[in-house]
């Protein structure tokens, strides 16, 4: 069988059909894509002129039509999500709306290689390209993806380093003790000229009263709704106060002028993601670093207290249970039988409706061998109040037992306790430091710098323990000079501010001062 010739037919392209030379046929609608992330560039006017470039450029091009400069100012380019012009660009060009996006160089386009990628690709599926002109590529070109993954490999490690410079100063400053806050979200605190943490005198107040209100018993719930109830403001000017904000400045040690950096660290440079620092990398405890508004003592007691409300146990096997501070006698009445707390009750007893307080193991459990005594509110009360009048009554024996419980305390008082913890502290910070930086085996160093620390800390605590205790004896003896008068009916706010521990017994009710004097009132 003859071979037959082939015939090869060439059909000439039709130019107004192909959208890889419609550059060439029509006006284009050009955008551009400006972008500066630093400080340094927006003062040297590098993100202006950018915006300025682009403008004239395009404009001066007769074959173009301007569809908008879209510019990012101050914003990373590892990631896209937070660039709100970048992100409206896409959605024009998706949308059909512009045919060609300038821009200067992969690095402002996007350092994150895998962003970058994506949104090329999305573009080329519209055949839309981008030209970066810094490095003369154009997408929609053979050979322009391989380009601009190799370029925004490189621009992304850019990244990295700028990354790891920023954390190696951002340590260099935590060594020497410089500390940066956000003052704007910290009630309190301003910063002067210099960027020195200064006290707002009127800020400092409500501080002030948040430590002390906590101390006396308040609850955080019940802080929150005190502060929104006087028509206070947060720091950042709203009306609701979210208890978990005022959990926080409890336990913010720059209330008492330190400062404990790197709390947080990042985890990813291109994420950005911060997560709080659980011994991953060093922190850096700075002492003094600036002025207080609460004394150590108050803020060791308001931890201890912390502590204490997180681990209320009562009753047999130490269950848990919840602090409570919506009345003065909350959390404070223990029962002589069982150990476990009594909780104030609605009761309706036959038809009978009344206030009483039982303990919780009978409400809570079927059976209880407990076998307390239920006590109405009223009969509670006057108890307490029968207990404050025998200490009037009698106020000579138990000031000579104050007395001498002050002397106790203040003989127990021992300056020098952290003193020496303190040096050797010292010591070892400079050991750690030159062992680090030699790449040595410093384990044995931060082991003993941790054991120092939770002693130093057991003793500052111990410390606050003492003052609290000798603040509530003097306080204690100032009542009972100044008080002349019996009492004449219960009073809440007294009894937050004098009684520690309520025990129902069988046949008595032992009320005990925060003095630690106790009295007996038969039931």
């Not at 208890?243 to 291109?270: C, H, R, W």
């Not at 937050?496 to 009710?509: G, K, S």
């Amino acid at each position: 069988m003859a071979v037959q010739k082939k015939n090869v037919a060439i059909i000439p392209p039709q130019m107004k059909y192909d959208k890889q030379l419609r550059v060439e046929q029509k006006t284009l609608r050009v955008a551009a894509y400006c972008r500066v992330s630093t400080l340094l560039e927006q003062q040297e006017g590098s993100y202006e002129a950018q915006v300025d470039y682009y403008t004239n450029k395009i404009n001066s091009n007769p074959n173009w039509k301007c569809a908008g400069i879209f510019a990012d100012d101050g914003k990373s380019a590892t990631q896209t999500n937070k660039r709100d012009d970048f992100n409206a660009m896409i959605d024009a060009c998706l949308a059909g709306k512009i045919d060609l996006v300038l821009t200067k160089s992969v690095s402002r386009f996007a350092r994150n290689t895998v962003d970058a990628l994506q949104n090329i690709r999305k573009l080329k599926e519209k055949s839309i390209p981008v030209i970066f002109e810094k490095e003369g590529v154009n997408t929609m070109e053979s050979g322009g993806e391989l380009l601009i993954t190799i370029l925004s490999s490189q621009a992304q490690e850019e990244s990295r380093n700028i990354s790891e410079n920023t954390r190696w100063g951002l340590t260099r400053r935590f060594e020497n003790g410089q500390i940066s806050v956000n003052h704007k979200k910290f009630l309190g605190y301003t910063k002067d000229e210099d960027g020195n943490l200064v006290v707002v005198p009127e800020e400092a107040v409500i501080v002030k009263r948040i430590f002390r209100e906590y101390l006396e018993g308040s609850s955080i719930i019940n802080i929150a709704r005190g502060l929104q109830r006087d028509g206070i403001k947060t720091v950042t000017g709203l009306d609701h106060w979210h208890p978990g904000t005022i959990d926080k400045m409890l336990s913010n040690e720059k209330y008492i002028g330190d400062a404990l950096l790197q709390k947080t660290y990042t985890v990813d440079f291109l994420s950005k993601k911060r997560v709080k620092n659980n011994g991953i990398v060093p922190q850096y405890y700075v002492e003094n670093s600036h002025e207080p508004i609460i004394p150590r003592e108050l803020f060791m007691q308001v931890q201890e207290e912390m502590v204490r409300r997180a681990n209320l146990r009562s009753g047999k096997g130490g269950r848990k249970r919840v602090y409570s501070s919506k009345y003065a006698l909350s959390s404070i009445v223990y029962c002589g039988n069982c150990g476990d707390i009594y909780r104030r009750v609605h009761w309706n007893n036959r038809g009978y409706k009344s206030i009483v307080w039982r303990c919780v193991s009978r409400l809570e459990e079927k059976g209880s061998e407990c076998t307390a005594p239920t006590i109405n509110e009223e009969t509670l009360q006057a108890a307490v109040v029968k207990a404050i009048n025998e200490l009037l009554a009698n106020k000579e024996p138990f000031l000579s037992v104050l007395q001498k419980n002050i002397a106790t305390v203040l003989n127990e008082e021992n300056d020098n306790t952290t003193d020496d913890i303190d040096r050797n502290l010292e010591e070892l910070q400079q050991q750690l430091l030159i062992q680090a930086k030699s790449k040595n085996d410093y384990e044995d160093v931060a082991d003993e710098i941790y054991r120092l620390r939770e002693l130093k800390q057991n003793a500052l605590v111990e410390k606050a323990e003492r003052e609290g205790k000798r603040q509530r004896l003097a306080e204690m003896t100032d009542f009972l000079n100044e008080q002349s008068c019996e009492l004449e009916e219960y009073d809440e706010q007294l009894v937050r501010w004098l009684i520690e521990r309520v025990t129902v017994h069988d046949d008595r009710i032992e009320v005990e001062f925060k003095s630690s004097i106790a009295i007996d009132i038969e039931n």
